[in-house]
Every structure is written in structure tokens, then in C-alpha cells.
């Protein structure tokens, strides 16, 4: 070879202690190595393209993160897999795109002991795919330390693979959380203090990362929410304790005077707390937006809003601004003489508020104003504004 004679003459004229410590480069052999081999492998964007239906704009993305197969065999073994079990092309995507890098997992060791685990307790095939694509970082944790002890928790508190199903569709964080520190102390002492089995479903099921909170958050919360007066049998003590958990003793204060600055008095932040306690949880920035929305109309004063607290857990844009630029028209044309109170304006539905307020005047105005001839419209088509 090339390479030994120059190696060979090269000895002729180098010490022998430096020669011996020299590597000369291979740089005329007549084969390539391993890296400078053209590669068979098809690149991931065309295998989920054309072997399994991809959407290009899915395919696009998950190349982007992981450009070349490793191993085609198991990336099909593993969405073949998925597939069988149920999932839909939708659902696929989901978990490829969350997770690429299960296009490299060996199905019979990483991926189906995980779906089994769901199968042997009796989960219907379409809810383990809405919980694992919901979460794809499920068929990354452990069977033994992670996911079999979490259902078995699940079904002791909730009682049905029923109720287990809609909690982990709402949060999946419920198989990755350690809930014997979290879900179970919160349960049991919620129970502790007299608080109904009912109500603390109805809580888990509306706000089901209230009882991944550390236990002593949620104690400080029952506490507080005594302390201002909520009384435990009370049907909103629950939601007093969710708002309260859902934020730090600081953030707290900082709503409070944010409802101060608006021009809400001590006694009016009480009784908004202790009628409507989940406004607390919305942004101070929607709670003054709505505020100007409502007192913008001249029809509604702040003892309307203490009265009505609720009205801070709708939309400007979609009730309120439709809603009132209609009465508005009305008014003008001299249709109503007294617009609804402020509950009726945010309680009624869509279909209701349409049948009591623009259905009777359509004759009228429907004809000579856009906007009301628009909400007549949809309010036929059945169109939510």
C-alpha cells in the first residue's frame, strides 16, 4: 500500500523515539470509512410522510428535532404499536412531536408495558389514548415506581375507572407526581376538617391540580379561608380554598389592593371573596377591564358588581361588549325603557339572551342596524357571540 511506503521512507530520516509516537493519516486508502458511507436510512420526514401518513407539517417538525432514524425497524414497531392499540393519526402526531426520540424505543420494552398496565385494569382503549396523548411523558415513567402505584391510588380515592379516566384526561401530571406526599394527605385532610366526600370530588374534578399543591398550602388555605369568615358547610368554602392555594401570601395582598385600587371598600372585597371566591383567581388586568366595561354603560354602579361577583368569570369581548352595544340600540330606539339587571345580562345564555332581547325587535331594528341584524343571524344558525 501507499501508505506503508511513505511510512517505510519516512523511517529513513526520523529519530526512531519520534517516528514510533507519530500516527501518519491514512490519506490514500482506497476505501471509505463508516461515516463517508452514502446511508440507506431514510431520513425521519419522508418515513412519517409516506410509510405512516403524516401530515408534512407534523413530518416537518419532529425532522427538524430528529433528522435520521437510528433504527427504522423500531421506530415502525413502536407507531405500528401505538396504531393497534387505538390511536388515531391525530393522537400520533401529538406524541411523536412531544416526544421523538420514541421513534428509537424498543416497543416491547419501553412503550407496552405502559399501555399494558392501563389495559389490565381495565381502561377502555380510547381512554388510554386521550390520556397518553394528552401526556405522552407517561410512556416515559416507571411501570412500578411510577405509574402502577398512581393508578392504584387513583382507584382507592375516586372508586371507578371511570372517574380515574376523567381526572387524568383533565391533568395526566396525576401519573407523573408522587401523589402519596400530595393527593392523598390534601384528600384526607380536606375529609379531616368535615368538608363532604362530594364536594372534594367536585373540586378534583373542576381544579385537579389543586390537590398536587403541597399539603401545608392547602392547610394554610382552610385556615385563611375560616379566618375571612367562609364557613366550612358553606358550598364555596371549597373554591375559597382553591383561590387561596393558587397563590403566594404576597401575591394575595397584591390582589387586594388591587381590588382597593379599583375602588372596591374592605367590606365589598369580603363580600365579593365570600360569594364568588374563584374571581380572586382571575388577572387583576380582566378584573379592571371588566370593571370599566360595566360601569362605562351608566347603568351599573361597583354595588351592582359586589352584588353580582360572578360577572369578573366572563368575557369582555364575547358577553359583555355584544351584549351591551345591543341593549344600547335598543334603548335608542326607544324598544326598551330599563336595561336587565347585571346578573341577567351575564347569566343568560347565548340562545336566551338572543330569544329575550333581539328575537322580538327583529322586525324593528334587524333590518336598519348591522350589528343587530348580525347577532339575528347567528342567533339562527345558532352561533355562540
Known amino acids: 500500500m501507499i501508505s506503508h511506503f511513505v511510512r517505510k521512507n519516512l523511517a529513513c530520516f526520523i529519530p526512531k523515539q519520534i ?42 417538525r419532529i425532522a427538524s428535532i430528529y433528522p435520521r432514524l437510528i433504527n427504522p425497524e423500531k421506530a415502525d414497531s413502536v407507531l405500528s404499536f401505538l396504531k393497534e392499540t387505538g390511536f388515531s393519526h391525530t393522537q400520533l402526531e401529538k406524541i411523536i412531536r412531544h416526544r421523538p ?17 392501563f389495559q389490565d385494569l381495565g381502561f377502555s382503549s380510547a381512554d388510554i389514548c386521550s390520556i397518553i396523548s394528552n401526556d405522552p411523558a407517561i410512556l416515559h415513567m416507571s411501570v412500578g415506581n411510577n405509574i402502577k402505584p398512581s393508578l392504584s391510588v387513583l382507584k382507592n380515592l375516586l372508586g371507578s375507572n371511570y372517574n380515574v379516566a376523567r381526572i387524568l384526561k383533565l391533568s395526566a401530571w396525576f401519573v407523573t407526581s408522587n401523589l402519596e406526599t400530595t393527593m392523598v394527605p390534601n384528600f384526607e385532610f380536606l375529609k379531616s376538617v368535615g368538608i363532604p366526600r362530594d364536594r ?153 339572551f338572543f330569544e329575550k332581547f333581539v328575537r322580538p325587535y327583529s322586525d324593528v331594528v334587524g333590518d336598519d342596524d348591522a350589528y343587530v341584524k348580525t347577532s339575528l343571524v347567528r342567533g339562527k344558525r345558532g352561533i355562540k357571540y
Open 200 to 352: 372534594i370530588l367536585l373540586l378534583l374534578h373542576n381544579y385537579p391540580r389543586t390537590f398536587l399543591l403541597k399539603p401545608e398550602t392547602i392547610r394554610r388555605s382552610v385556615y385563611k379561608a375560616e379566618e375571612m369568615g367562609v364557613d366550612r358547610s358553606s358550598k364555596v368554602f371549597i373554591y375559597a380554598v382553591r383561590a387561596l392555594s393558587s397563590m403566594s401570601n404576597d401575591a394575595w395582598e397584591v390582589k387586594l389592593q388591587g381590588f382597593r385600587d379599583i375602588g372596591f371598600s374592605e367590606s365589598d372585597i369580603l363580600e365579593i371573596f365570600m360569594k364568588a371566591p374563584s374571581s380572586f383567581v382571575s388577572s387583576m388586568v380582566k378584573i379592571k377591564k371588566i370593571t370599566e366595561v360595566i360601569l362605562g354603560t351608566g347603568k351599573y354602579t361597583l354595588s351592582c358588581i359586589v352584588k353580582h361577583p360572578v360577572c369578573f368569570s366572563c368575557s369582555v369581548e364575547k358577553r359583555y361588549k355584544p351584549r351591551f352595544r345591543i341593549l344600547g340600540i335598543l334603548e335608542s330606539r326607544n324598544l326598551i325603557e330599563n336595561w336587565p339587571s347585571l346578573g341577567e345580562v351575564y347569566i343568560l345564555t347565548d340562545d336566551k
Open 101 to 117: 426520540r420514541f421513534l428509537s424505543a424498543k416497543a416491547d420494552v419501553s412503550i407496552k408495558p405502559k399501555i399494558k398496565i
Open 19 to 60: 517516528f514510533n509516537s507519530v500516527q501518519i493519516p491514512c490519506f490514500f486508502s482506497s476505501s471509505s470509512s463508516p461515516e463517508e458511507q452514502p446511508s440507506t436510512s431514510p431520513t425521519v420526514f419522508d418515513f412519517l410522510l409516506h410509510k405512516h401518513n403524516f401530515s408534512p407539517e407534523a413530518a416537518e
